[in-house]
């Protein structure tokens, strides 16, 4: 049996396919699978061993459906199910099983701020598309693999090498990200030395966080690339970290997690710590949250309470023992 697995984007709604892929290829005898997306996120299975075959999206949809064709697919498993899949799937005629996104219950929910979306992780959601193949949950933690060898001793000053807490301050959007003053009271509490992770666009954060504590704090934000910034996160004695990617990749390797959740909520998305054992998933209840789906890049109220207003002890504590 030939299986191709789609999704486009982003980071996080990758991650979560793991477990599917994973699944189809281990509980199906002799299949073969194919993942296809976008050429950014190619990094996401690379080195996967449960991928046969890695296909990226093409200039042109025609061209994509032309490589597609060409392989003869028994069955597509569509976990975009958007415009370009939809025609994917048109075009092609391969027998297909498509994830429903439920849009117009997560509309509502958020327009209206009611609770219409059973609280299911995203992984659980997908799995039901290749639940007509027999296959189920093996109940393993998602897949992600470092690409090359990293050394501590090449990345992190000597005061952070024999045991740190990595603090993902990153986010695409403003209101997923905690003010740097607020980083900046919890990283004072922990007693171990901290690592801030991030892109270049939270390099000029970190370095006002580690300019105000000093040593104990070491801002890698922009210095390491991805795939030293996973294995740094895999090292971690364990992780704080929002609604962004790399949070979501460090669940791969079984830390301890703080999921801190500001105008986005959890429940909406499907997407709280899969499989970890020891997680604690943060943000305030305000009759103003969720204020979007996706993020924002300012709070549309102007105070940022669902951020501001997060108590620093329960994240002290659990990341202190």
Request: hydrophobic share 40%.
């Amino acid at each position: 049996m030939k299986i191709l697995v789609i999704r486009f984007s982003s980071m996080g709604d990758i991650i979560y396919t793991t477990p599917v892929v994973r699944c189809l290829k281990k509980q199906i005898p002799g299949a073969e699978v194919h993942f296809l997306t976008k050429p950014a996120f190619k990094y996401i299975y690379d080195n996967n061993p449960y991928v046969d075959k890695l296909l990226l999206l093409k200039p042109t949809l025609s061209a994509t459906i032309q490589e597609i064709k060409a392989e003869n697919y028994d069955y597509i498993i569509d976990l975009h199910n958007n415009l370009r899949t939809t025609l994917i799937k048109l075009r092609t005629g391969i027998h297909s099983s498509t994830y429903k996104k439920q849009a117009v219950k997560k509309w509502l929910s958020l327009k209206f701020k009611l609770k219409l979306i059973p609280p299911v992780h995203l992984v659980d959601r997908y799995l039901k598309t290749v639940k007509f193949l027999g296959v189920i949950n093996d109940n393993q933690p998602i897949d992600y693999y470092i690409k090359a060898e990293h050394q501590l001793s090449e990345l992190l000053p000597a005061s952070h090498q024999k045991g740190y807490i990595a603090f993902v301050i990153g986010a695409t959007h403003f209101t997923k990200r905690m003010p740097n003053d607020k980083i900046t009271s919890i990283c004072r509490q922990l007693n171990r030395p901290v690592v801030l992770l991030g892109g270049n666009d939270v390099k000029s954060n970190g370095d006002i966080i580690a300019t105000a504590i000093g040593p104990s704090v070491y801002n890698a934000c922009g210095i390491t690339s991805l795939d030293e910034s996973v294995f740094l996160v895999s090292q971690a004695k364990s992780i704080i970290g929002f609604d962004t990617g790399l949070t979501h990749i460090a669940e791969a390797f079984n830390k301890p997690i703080v999921s801190i959740w500001g105008g986005t909520v959890p429940d909406l998305l499907g997407v709280q710590p899969y499989m970890v054992k020891d997680v604690l998933v943060t943000g305030i209840e305000i009759s103003c949250r969720p204020c979007s789906k996706f993020g924002l890049e300012k709070c549309p109220l102007g105070h940022f309470k669902c951020m501001n207003d997060i108590v620093d002890d329960d994240i002290v504590n659990f990341s202190n023992k």
